[in-house]
């Protein structure tokens, strides 16, 4: 009798080679949004606030840097860097380019638990040819770190991690008050469970007040709200109806191509559906009570996308790849030729050119706010100014400068002209200065 063989082992399978296409992506996005920020003439007018108090908390002076009406999240984010020695705009410029290049990954498995891999590779695609974000991570807007914590909360949703839900909800919401709106979502689609997300959003909201109590400016977690219902400056604020009415349109300049694919996914019957689209519902309610801008429906960006890359995996595999190319080469023009124009810089060389002149304690006042940033002084919230406001502003700094624009679609110059000038001289600027200026519209006067 033949001694019993051993069994051969099957032979083991050889490892699958590693799947590089997520983060070549996420680098082609970063480096994107981090080229744009470097071609950018200025931040944004809102940007420039969020760098000041980032630059006031990596001093340690955390009274100023909670003191504007911003919220404090973003500032908080960008801090580190600038204590390490970045300058606040580069810090903002990373900041944003790492965090759109780590949403593709929640991103990606909120989508495929929605319709499976083709899905949660068109989800990213689409994300990354959005037209206007990469602009607004250039521009030093707050929301390429809001939509991190808002993809990363509604994956802790698919598995039912409630308590992070509502840490990543109060999270977002330090950096942008519609944060909290990702915790209502699920509460208000599964409220026998995802209640529990509601109590650490309350803790982050109390938490934002109390640090803005101890620093002496009362216990008040959002004080943009009442900057915002004190501006007489938006006329078509809290018009609901209106406001709803004119959504079509910036809502496709913001989502372009996604913002029409996610509609037919839109649907209240399917448990996983359900929440996205009441944070479509709530986000574009809040909108609605405000103002219509396009950048401000961004903020559920996540939900779209996810929903949009489920619908565009249905699509035959050539209309797929048609769409994307289509919606990739659309963002990639918006975002070269879009943007803040480049004589804005103009507002960036007389800051600078101003800061030394401005030292010393000697106030500068203007309706510019990045000319008062770059010259090296808190900036307003940005709105436009009526003449009377103009005045009591510079009647109550007893500025040594002031910097106004003379023209614009809401400019009040000619209102105060003539009483500024009876207290100011008009500054004669360097010659490549003064034209600038002058093609811009920007005056500067001083004290005499």
């Known amino acids: 009798m033949a001694p019993p063989t051993t069994p051969t082992p099957p032979a083991a399978a050889a490892p699958s080679a590693p799947d590089w296409r997520l983060p070549t992506l996420a680098l082609a996005v970063a480096a994107w949004a981090f080229a744009l920020g470097r071609r950018s003439p200025v931040p944004s007018e809102d940007?420039?606030?969020?760098?000041?108090?980032?630059?006031?908390?990596?001093?340690?002076?955390?009274?100023?840097?909670?003191g504007p009406v911003f919220p404090v999240g973003y500032p908080l984010l960008l801090a580190p860097w600038c204590?390490?020695?970045?300058?606040?705009?580069?810090?903002?410029?990373?900041?944003?380019?790492?965090?759109?290049?780590?949403?593709?990954?929640?991103?990606?498995?909120?989508?495929?638990?929605?319709?499976?891999?083709?899905?949660?590779?068109?989800?990213?695609?689409?994300?990354?040819?959005?037209?206007?974000?990469?602009?607004?991570?250039?521009?030093?807007?707050?929301?390429?770190?809001?939509?991190?914590?808002?993809?990363?909360?509604?994956?802790?949703?698919?598995?039912?991690?409630?308590?992070?839900?509502?840490?990543?909800?109060?999270?977002?919401?330090?950096?942008?008050?519609?944060?909290?709106?990702l915790a209502a979502a699920y509460a208000l689609?599964?409220?026998?469970?995802?209640?529990?997300?509601?109590?650490?959003?309350a803790v982050g909201v109390l938490a934002l007040a109390a640090l803005r109590w101890a620093a002496g400016h009362g216990f008040d977690p959002l004080p943009i709200h009442a900057f915002h219902e004190q501006r007489d400056d938006l006329p078509e604020q809290g018009r609901v109806l209106a406001n709803l009415l004119a959504t079509p349109g910036p809502w496709l300049e913001a989502f372009a191509l996604a913002g029409v694919l996610c509609l037919p996914q839109l649907r209240w019957r399917d448990p996983l559906r359900r929440p996205l689209l009441l944070q479509v519902a709530l986000q574009v309610g809040v909108v609605a009570t405000f103002v219509v801008r396009r950048r401000f429906f961004l903020s559920c960006a996540i939900p779209v996308c996810a929903l949009a890359g489920a619908q565009l995996a249905k699509l035959p595999t050539a209309w797929r790849r048609g769409l994307l190319t289509a919606a990739l080469a659309l963002a990639a023009w918006s975002g070269w030729t879009g943007g803040i124009d480049a004589d804005r810089a103009i507002e960036r060389e007389l800051g600078l050119w101003l800061r030394p002149q401005v030292a010393m304690d000697r106030r500068l006042v203007s309706d510019l706010p990045r000319v008062v940033w770059?010259?090296?002084?808190?900036?307003?919230?940005?709105?436009?100014?009526?003449?009377?406001?103009?005045?009591?502003?510079?009647?109550?700094?007893?500025?040594?400068?002031?910097?106004?624009?003379?023209?614009?679609?809401?400019?009040?110059?000619?209102?105060?002209?003539?009483?500024?000038?009876?207290?100011?001289?008009?500054?004669?600027?360097?010659?490549?200065?003064a034209a600038a200026a002058t093609s811009r519209g920007i005056a500067v006067f001083a004290r005499r």
């Open 47 to 66: 940007g420039v606030s969020y760098l000041w108090m980032a630059e006031r908390f990596a001093a340690g002076d955390f009274a100023a840097a909670t």
């Open 189 to 201: 689609a599964a409220p026998r469970a995802a209640w529990r997300a509601l109590p650490p959003v």
């Open 83 to 181: 204590a390490l020695g970045f300058a606040a705009e580069t810090a903002a410029h990373l900041v944003g380019a790492l965090a759109l290049a780590a949403t593709l990954w929640p991103l990606r498995t909120l989508a495929r638990a929605l319709g499976g891999g083709a899905a949660g590779t068109s989800a990213v695609l689409l994300f990354a040819a959005l037209p206007l974000l990469p602009r607004l991570a250039a521009e030093c807007y707050s929301e390429p770190p809001f939509l991190l914590l808002m993809a990363h909360g509604a994956v802790a949703a698919l598995r039912q991690r409630w308590p992070l839900v509502g840490v990543c909800a109060a999270a977002a919401f330090w950096i942008r008050p519609e944060g909290s709106l």
């Open 374 to 433: 770059f010259a090296g002084q808190r900036p307003l919230p940005p709105r436009h100014h009526t003449a009377a406001q103009m005045q009591a502003l510079v009647e109550a700094s007893a500025p040594a400068f002031v910097v106004v624009r003379t023209r614009s679609a809401r400019s009040a110059f000619a209102g105060y002209e003539a009483w500024l000038r009876q207290r100011f001289d008009a500054v004669v600027l360097p010659p490549d200065l």
